[in-house]
């Protein structure tokens, strides 16, 4: 179409949803057109303003990804001639995505299964395991325990049943392959260490269920309820209670299956936490609000938190980053940035209480970089970091120190669909170490 000087369209949106806006635009004069998309509220009071441009000569692509702030209910799109000169704009289209907000999806898992505690009982669901072969030798893989029965050897997907004898053995907690098994499998010389050929392995896990007589020898996920005694009292007497997670892509819940539609549809760690606290307490009034945006680091969390998690006078706010921070930034840096997030929501609502998560590690085998150690040591400090903030109404969840643990026991490729994010198994830890922390 074409256009002179301005072009307005509007979306309705709510709060927190990603948005990814593209628009192939030119303008007579072959400057610069300015594109932006404006937030509002529902009275019609501007929230956020976010603007890009293009130069092309020809159809040149102009792309916005933002999240839409807490309290947005539409937005309007933008297109504007460059300056004050007179110019004829063409477009070629416009488009407005909502970001992974597909129909739902029911699981095809058994969610109170889902929501029993991995450190306790002597019964495990679904436990990732992958298949390695090493120097000639059958393919092996590892469990987390020693099983005294195994109940099922599925697929990733949980479609595909395979068979003791024909397509495993069991030897203490190691399962080896047959030699005509259909479970596939992988050589250590082939694995990869970059982010985009990680992907191929991700339909060669398999998923075991089976009983146990071990004990979890890992961290303690302890009960933290004498530090959020607000949030609990709301609770135990069943009143509205209000959650916000603000982290980065894994509180969004990036490669979690239900997030990639794909089977088995696993909830995020946030819907699972939310649906695990709602049967605990026996009510669903519950409000849970995901502001986890993939990308963000600690210092975009400080800034935009009066954009994302005060307006919403949260009871409780989850506090997650950190897995896109280690590439550069120290401990010091990342403790005041979480400090700062912690005082603009108490300044907007000092009943507020916090859970600080401190992010699950890397597949150490991805950084190829030479500055392993650096990245290292930025993660461990900022579990210490959170540690250290601890204290009354705020708790630390350590999924640094779950995931080491997990990470010495079997490999990390066993639970990771990729270097920086959590599969639906440690998806799980994540839920079930924040229901712990409201016990």
Do not use: C
């Amino acid at each position: 179409m074409n256009i002179t000087e301005r072009y307005v369209q509007r979306f309705l949106l709510e709060g927190n949803e990603l948005i990814q806006f593209e628009a192939f635009v030119h303008s007579s004069t072959n400057a610069p057109v300015t594109v932006t998309i404006a937030f509002y509220d529902a009275i019609g009071g501007a929230i956020k303003t976010v603007t890009g441009s293009t130069n092309s000569e020809d159809y040149g692509k102009a792309e916005i990804y933002v999240q839409s702030p807490a309290l947005t209910r539409y937005a309007e799109a933008r297109i504007e001639a460059p300056g004050d000169a007179y110019a004829d704009i063409s477009i070629d289209k416009v488009v407005l995505t909502k970001v992974n907000s597909s129909a739902y999806v029911a699981p095809e898992i058994d969610l109170d299964a889902y929501g029993l505690p991995l450190w306790e009982g002597n019964t495990v669901h679904d436990e990732p395991v992958m298949f390695f072969a090493e120097a000639g030798e059958a393919p092996t893989g590892k469990l987390l325990h020693a099983p005294n029965r195994i109940l099922s050897v599925k697929s990733r997907d949980l479609r595909t049943l395979f068979a003791e004898g024909a397509d495993y053995i069991i030897d203490g907690n190691k399962l080896t392959l047959t030699p005509n098994s259909a479970i596939a499998y992988t050589k250590d010389a082939d694995l990869p260490d970059d982010l985009f050929h990680y992907y191929d392995l991700t339909d060669i896990r398999v998923a075991v269920t089976y009983t146990h007589d071990g004990l979890w020898e890992g961290p303690e996920v302890a009960s933290k309820g004498d530090r959020l005694s607000r949030t609990l009292a709301k609770l135990r007497t069943k009143q509205q209670v209000r959650i916000v997670a603000y982290g980065d892509s894994i509180t969004r819940g990036l490669n979690v299956s239900s997030y990639d539609r794909v089977p088995p549809y696993m909830p995020t760690w946030v819907e699972l936490f939310a649906d695990q606290l709602s049967k605990k307490h026996g009510y669903d009034n519950i409000a849970i609000y995901n502001a986890g945006l993939p990308g963000a680091t600690s210092e975009w969390g400080a800034d935009e938190a009066d954009l994302y998690v005060t307006p919403l006078h949260p009871d409780l706010v989850v506090i997650a980053f950190g897995m896109n921070d280690f590439w550069g930034v120290d401990g010091v840096r990342f403790k005041d940035n979480i400090r700062k997030i912690i005082d603009k929501a108490k300044a907007a609502h000092d009943d507020t209480e916090f859970v600080l998560i401190s992010s699950m590690l890397f597949d150490p085998a991805y950084p190829n970089d030479g500055k392993l150690d650096d990245y290292s040591r930025n993660m461990q400090d900022y579990r210490s970091a959170l540690l250290s903030l601890e204290g009354q109404g705020i708790a630390v969840h350590d999924m640094t120190a779950i995931s080491e643990y997990l990470y010495s026991r079997k490999k990390p490729k066993d639970m990771l669909p990729n270097p920086l994010h959590p599969g639906d198994y440690l998806a799980r830890w994540y839920a079930q170490g924040l229901v712990r922390a409201l016990e």
